[in-house]
């Protein structure tokens, strides 16, 4: 069973989420390095470089956008596919997607588990790190968990697993 360790710098992934970063640095340093030094170009163009508020935004945005390209490059280089293992059966796992009910509200939940640098919440990707996701891991179907969040002491029972 996978257990997370937070001491360790292994980024997990999904082979999803993996692909995604990779797509995302290729559009990067592709498309937009080459949008931002057409920007610098023109700016540099209007004149005066000292008072030019359009280079100056230019070069913050190509600072930015080389950091961003920076800290993909090493988490493509030092992450970890982590693939559901096809014994696992209905285990929640990194990969899955679970159905939960809310014990308190009795509204159903679906959600995600991926690694840390993958998740969003919004999507209803969370991550396996979180309170949430730590409770889950390892968990099967009819399992009741519960975890603290800020808003106080959360229970579900998990419905569905899927793979």
Do not use: C
């Amino acid at each position: 069973m996978l257990k997370y360790n937070p001491m360790s710098s292994d980024v997990l992934l999904t082979k999803e989420g993996f692909e995604k970063l990779k797509a995302e640095l290729e559009h990067l340093k592709s498309v937009e390095r080459q949008k931002i030094a057409d920007n610098i170009r023109e700016a540099k163009s209007h004149g005066d470089l000292r008072e030019n508020a359009m280079y100056h935004e230019a070069k913050l945005n190509q600072k930015r956008l080389e950091g961003r390209i920076a800290d993909l490059e090493k988490v493509v280089q030092i992450a970890q596919i982590v693939e559901r293992p096809d014994h696992s059966g209905d285990i929640a796992h990194l990969g899955s997607t679970v159905t939960l009910r809310d014990l308190k509200w009795n509204d159903e939940v679906k959600l995600r588990l991926v690694g840390a640098f993958e998740a969003d919440p919004t999507q209803d990707m969370i991550s396996i790190t979180s309170p949430l996701g730590s409770a889950l891991i390892g968990k099967q179907i009819d399992d009741e968990i519960e975890y603290e969040a800020p808003a106080g002491i959360q229970k579900y029972k998990i419905l569905r697993i899927d793979g």
